[in-house]
T-cell receptor, first 116, second 115 residues
Framework: AQSVTQLDSQVPVFEEAPVELRCNYS??????LFWYVQYPNQGLQLLLK??????LVKGINGFEAEFNKSQTSFHLRKPSVHISDTAEYFC??????????????FGKGTKLSVIP | KAGVTQTPRYLIKTRGQQVTLSCSPI?????VSWYQQTPGQGLQFLFE???????NKGNFPGRFSGRQFSNSRSEMNVSTLELGDSALYLC??????????????FGQGTRLTVV
């Protein structure tokens, strides 16, 4: 079974400052890693994903994440945040669950608040 | 192309009642997954349907059930509602839900309140 830990439940940051949202995972098998964003009263939107290859992954809205297998981490970064980045961010992993199914397991989420 | 559509968006039910939620996936997508989101437990996987068959199931009681139709639309049903069932229920669709589940598109969710 796999699990995901998002180390910070809330992260306040000033506008135009850099931000890092931390994510660690555990799994006994190979996993694929994702970051999703959720705006108030909305569903989840995929920001970026790591499947294989380059460990630095670039996503939408200027976000990027780095896969570190030795530290089992997949931290999300943005060099300069905007007010519009205020949202909740979820790290997720997926691994084979049998019968052709790959189940997403989510972290508890990190609420990013961008301060003007 | 149209996204994932969940209906209704909001629902208020009384304890002990049952409820049915609907999810229409993106055209051509055959896999539909359901998740429950609560402040305390976060996002938890309920079940996945693929080609009208339940392919995977999370750790929820039998009161939670679902089905998928031949057009890939899915419904989930919760019987004998409890206060703790109050949550945002999210549906996600993908082409096959297969190897990488890389393109799981989420609907806006149904906010269920049990009183």
């Amino acid at each position: 079974a796999q699990s995901v830990t998002q180390l910070d439940s809330q992260v306040p940051v000033f506008e135009e400052a850099p931000v890092e949202l931390r994510c660690n995972y555990s799994s006994s098998v190979s996993v694929y890693l994702f970051w999703y964003v959720q705006y108030p009263n909305q569903g989840l939107q995929l920001l970026l994903k790591y499947l294989s290859g380059s460990t630095l992954v670039k996503g939408i809205n200027g976000f990027e994440a780095e896969f570190n297998k030795s530290q089992t981490s997949f931290h999300l970064r943005k060099p300069s945040v905007h007010i519009s980045d205020t949202a909740e961010y979820f790290c997720a992993v997926t691994a084979y669950s049998g019968a052709g199914s790959y189940q997403l397991t989510f972290g508890k989420g990190t609420k990013l608040s961008v301060i003007p | 192309k149209a996204g994932v559509t969940q209906t209704p968006r909001y629902l208020i039910k009384t304890r002990g009642q049952q409820v049915t939620l609907s999810c229409s996936p993106i055209s051509g997508h055959r896999s539909v997954s359901w998740y429950q989101q609560t402040p305390g437990q976060g996002l938890q996987f309920l079940f996945e349907y693929f080609s009208e068959t339940q392919r995977n199931k999370g750790n929820f009681p039998g009161r939670f059930s679902g089905r998928q139709f031949s057009n890939s639309r899915s419904e989930m049903n919760v019987s004998t509602l409890e206060l703790g069932d109050s949550a945002l229920y999210l549906c996600a669709s993908s082409l096959t839900g297969g190897r990488m589940n890389t393109e799981a598109f989420f609907g806006q969710g149904t906010r269920l309140t049990v009183v």
